[in-house]
């Protein structure tokens, strides 16, 4: 198992965020009796791109370059791991006591990170079994040369734009311009 020092070290400082997140990936991983994903035999859903989720990558091995770290947008500490040689699937967030505890609680920075790291589990962690299907795999894409800067980009991520292949900035862009243009034809 990776230490909260790794951890630091990848992330580039220790806050309670990281701290957090560490404690969270190490509960799934001793759930799962599971060590480090050498491949996509572990995925992780994160609901936020915040300080925990470089814990979850340094601790569980899912990362976006191998395809098992996937994100969804929703603004929540919250992270679904799913392993695939078990076909099971756990949640994990804070209790809903975990805001109450910090109301009550007057830490400094260092002693929040210090309490997260050693206080016990069941106090920071809700840990739910659920059923989840199955993510997909990564899949490798083909790239192809955007027609507007030169760039490769992933086919899935084209638009076309006056028959041209172009990636998304350049579309924007020239979106842009035609919009200007237009108004000032006005």
């Known amino acids: 198992m990776r ?6 070290q990848f992330h580039g400082h220790s806050c309670p965020g990281l701290a957090m997140g560490y404690r969270m990936t190490k509960a799934a991983l001793d759930h799962f009796s599971h060590g480090r994903a050498e491949d996509e035999e572990l995925v992780a859903i994160v609901e936020n791109d915040a300080c925990g989720t470089d814990a ?4 569980s091995g899912c990362t976006f370059g191998k395809g098992n770290l996937i994100f969804k947008d929703h603004g929540k500490m919250v992270y679904t791991f799913y392993n695939r040689n078990s076909g099971k699937a756990i949640r994990i967030s804070r209790p809903a006591e975990f805001k109450e505890t910090l109301n009550h609680i007057d830490l400094s920075r260092e002693e929040m990170i210090d309490w997260i790291l050693s206080v016990s589990e069941v106090e920071i962690v809700k840990l739910v079994e659920i059923k989840i299907p199955e993510p997909e795999f990564a899949r490798i894409l083909k790239t192809v040369i955007c027609e507007y800067c030169g760039e490769t980009v992933t086919e899935t991520r084209v638009h076309e734009l006056n028959g041209k292949i172009s990636c998304i900035p350049c579309f924007k862009k020239q979106n842009k311009q ?3 243009q237009g108004e000032q034809q006005k």
């Open 3 to 8: 230490s909260y020092l790794e951890a630091v």
């Open 56 to 59: 979850v990558q340094v601790l």
């Open 178 to 180: 035609i919009i200007k």
